[in-house]
């Protein structure tokens, strides 16, 4: 079955998101960067979506086709989203030089 431009815009939306997560955890685990060859695409393979493997799957084999290199990265499961650390902010006007707080629980 055909997706539409829109269950592919979600898709490729949901691979940047990994992306970002990958991102912050190779930041925090550089020795993993050791294991991914130069120049390597990356092809996430999250266990809790079936749907987007699928798709990211499909994506290798293109990129398999084409001669490109390309390694799976299986994710085996997220922490839940947590929230923003912020406690609290507060707006400045630069014309009123006063400030509000806005509570952390908004």
């Keep these: 079955m055909r997706r539409t431009v829109s ?3 979600v898709l490729a939306q949901k691979n940047a998101e990994i992306g970002t997560e990958f991102d912050k955890y190779a930041f925090e685990h550089p020795e993993i960067l050791a294991d991914i ?3 390597a ?3 996430f393979l999250p266990e809790n ?5 699928r798709y ?8 398999q086709k084409n001669g490109e ?5 299986k994710i085996q499961k997220f922490q839940p989203v947590s929230k ?3 406690m609290g902010i507060s707006f400045a006007s630069p014309k009123l030089h006063n400030s ?6 908004r």
């Design 7 to 9: 269950e592919n815009n």
């Design 84 to 86: 923003s650390r912020i």
């Design 37 to 39: 060859p130069n120049g």
């Design 69 to 73: 290199e390309f390694i799976f990265i």
């Design 100 to 105: 509000r707080l806005i509570s952390a629980n």
């Design 41 to 43: 695409s990356l092809i």
């Design 49 to 53: 979506d079936e749907e987007l493997c």
């Design 56 to 63: 990211n799957k499909k994506i290798a084999r293109m990129l």
